[in-house]
């Protein structure tokens, strides 16, 4: 490992780990496994720690163990390694950074704990996360323990009656409530809402409302109580459901609630967690990422055919969201571990970044 070695991850340890270096508060330890266990629960006596690992660039050496055997020079470089995040700290600090979480970062359990553990402690280094988060796979489930078909238009859940109660208990009761139970857990104070709580979100019916039953867009954002969780140090999670001007529930995307959400509240940042690496040059090509591009280039992308299929809907909810004041928005890679921590606190990022 060089001297010269970027920041891969940072993660809480418990004060009895030798990689703990740098306490942060007195407090329950961070102390989660993929089988999110009670019983690792450590003593109140231990400390929140942050620390820094540095690693590789092989995918194999981010997943190893830390050694429990460090020399004076490891500490040096991981200490090195934390003050180079300063400026990226400097810079969010007290900022609002909007994420929408879902695909493969929700299908694992590994991928789940690492979201969970970058927005912990992204809030606790003074940043402003807001998590918006759908639950397909999960609604799947239910749905065929049920004996109630998966329909799909256009990439759109087809959403009757029926499905519209199990979208609702899945996303608001089930999803929703262990997110944020992981939160709290992990030493954060999470808020769990949908778009029906504190009049958030109101939704309208989908022009396509004939074909897709109960999917609905966002009509209006009422970022009132998201406010003032936020200005309280609160982590809101929020279930893409809203209701609306009659209380009837729609399904809304929750690319869309995360874009909309992030224009309403001024986000500095919204990150759209994906299944693949970004915006790419050449769709048959995964070495050909765009890094950066404002909304000229990414339209021309888009008339050029270079952007299509599941993407267009994304980068549409980007600019939207740029067009209304957010300053920036990224598509990640969601399938590495720590890509939140990556977009934020490297140059390299971890997708693509869309500028106004």
Do not use: W
């Not at 299929?309 to 300053?327: D, E, W, Y």
Request: charged share 20%; glycine share 8%; aromatic share 4%.
């Amino acid at each position: 490992m060089g001297a010269t070695a970027t920041l891969k991850s940072l993660l809480f340890c418990s004060s009895q780990e030798p990689l703990s270096f740098l306490s942060l508060t007195k407090s329950k330890t961070l102390n989660l496994d993929s089988n999110f266990s009670m019983s690792s629960l450590t003593p109140p006596s231990r400390r929140f720690r942050l620390a820094v690992r540095a690693s590789s660039a092989s995918p194999a050496a981010l997943n190893d163990p830390p050694n429990p055997t460090l020399s004076s020079y490891d500490h040096q470089l991981r200490v090195k390694i934390l003050s180079e995040s300063l400026p990226y700290i400097q810079k969010f600090r007290g900022k609002t950074i909007v994420v929408k979480y879902g695909g493969a970062a929700m299908k694992s359990a590994e991928l789940k704990a690492s979201v969970v553990r970058d927005l912990v402690l992204l809030s606790c280094v003074g940043l402003r996360p807001v998590l918006v988060h759908g639950g397909g796979p999960e609604i799947n489930v239910l749905l065929n323990q049920l004996n109630i078909p998966s329909q799909f238009r256009d990439g759109l859940r087809v959403t009757d009656a029926r499905t519209m109660e199990v979208v609702s208990m899945v996303l608001v009761g089930k999803v929703n409530k262990d997110l944020v139970s992981r939160i709290n857990f992990a030493g954060a104070t999470a808020v769990g809402l949908s778009g029906m709580d504190g009049r958030l979100l109101t939704a309208r019916p989908s022009p396509n409302a004939a074909q897709l039953g109960f999917v609905g867009e966002v009509a209006r954002v009422d970022p009132t109580v998201l406010q003032t969780l936020v200005d309280n140090g609160s982590i809101p999670v929020i279930a893409s459901v809203a209701a609306d001007e009659f209380g009837q529930p729609y399904n809304i995307n929750a690319d869309t609630v995360a874009g909309e959400v992030a224009a309403a509240l001024g986000a500095e940042k919204l990150i759209l967690l994906t299944d693949v690496a970004g915006i790419l040059r050449n769709r048959e090509d995964p070495g050909s990422l765009v890094k950066e591009i404002d909304i000229k280039g990414v339209k021309k992308m888009i008339e050029e055919g270079k952007v299509g299929g599941g993407m267009i809907p994304k980068v549409n909810c980007c600019i939207r969201s740029l067009a209304q004041g957010v300053t920036t928005a990224s598509i990640i890679d969601g399938r590495v571990e720590h890509s939140l921590l990556h977009e934020i606190m490297t140059d390299e990022g971890a997708g693509t970044m869309i500028t106004g």
